[in-house]
């Protein structure tokens, strides 16, 4: 995907993680209140709610650190990061498919090494997601990231204007490495609570919650 495609349009998860909600988003939607003065999402995830909603000066926060980084990356240095992308997509691309997964471990070892940069990381990040089986985030009990090679012949790891377009909704957040406790003190209508895994559509658990878990 070429770098200059247009920004505009609706934002859309950058990140496949488990446990997401896009399946759930029409019933979601549906159960949302008719104003936010301020949209909290604790848990972020993939943020597929936060991304649907498009509400401005949200709140996005989570435990895994990696994940905060890359969306505050994208906020940030969205150019830059398009730029550090685009030479993984072309040296995938360069590869015959025998050699491709030994390029997908190579990257792989290099996240866990942990040495670059907060931008690289975070390209080496995405392109992972987009490499990696099913694009799953897994890591072991030492915090290894372990996820096998997916063997995708024409995977889009760029996404350009996927990127432009998270970026014009991020630019107003505020996004934080932290557990669902910091998002505690701010003054807010609703907090997203929502467990991983896909509740029946009858249950009370995907209206929203106030900061002591009842229903609003």
């Given at each position: 995907m070429h770098p200059t495609l247009s920004a505009s349009g609706p934002a859309s998860p950058i990140v496949?993680?488990?446990?997401?909600?896009?399946?759930?988003?029409?019933?979601?939607?549906?159960?949302?209140?008719?104003?936010?003065?301020?949209?909290?999402?604790?848990?972020?995830?993939?943020?597929a709610l936060f991304f649907a909603l498009n509400q401005p000066h949200s709140y996005v926060s989570d435990t895994n650190s990696d994940l905060i980084q890359v969306y505050q990356t994208v906020r940030d240095h969205v150019d830059a990061l398009i730029a550090s992308l685009i030479p993984?997509?072309?040296?995938?691309?360069?590869?015959?498919?025998?050699?491709?997964?030994?390029?997908f471990y190579a990257l792989r070892d290099r996240y866990n090494r942990r040495q670059d940069s907060a931008l690289v990381h975070s390209a080496v990040f995405l392109a992972l997601g987009r490499l990696a089986f099913?694009?799953?985030?897994?890591?072991?009990?030492?915090?290894?990231y372990n996820t096998p090679f997916g063997h995708y012949s024409h995977p889009d790891i760029v996404?350009?204007?996927?990127?432009?377009r998270a970026q014009n909704l991020l630019q107003s957040a505020t996004i934080v490495a932290a557990d669902y406790q910091a998002a505690a003190p701010i003054s807010c209508i609703a907090i997203r609570r929502i467990p991983p895994y896909p509740p029946p559509l009858t249950s009370p658990i995907i209206r929203p919650r106030d900061l002591a878990g009842r229903i609003t």
């Open positions: 496949k993680w488990a446990g997401g909600k896009r399946q759930l988003l029409p019933h979601l939607l549906r159960s949302q209140p008719p104003v936010w003065r301020h949209y909290l999402e604790p848990f972020a995830g993939g943020a993984i997509q072309r040296d995938y691309d360069a590869l015959p498919p025998s050699d491709r997964a030994a390029f099913n694009g799953l985030y897994r890591v072991n009990a030492h915090g290894t996404r350009a204007q996927t990127l432009r």
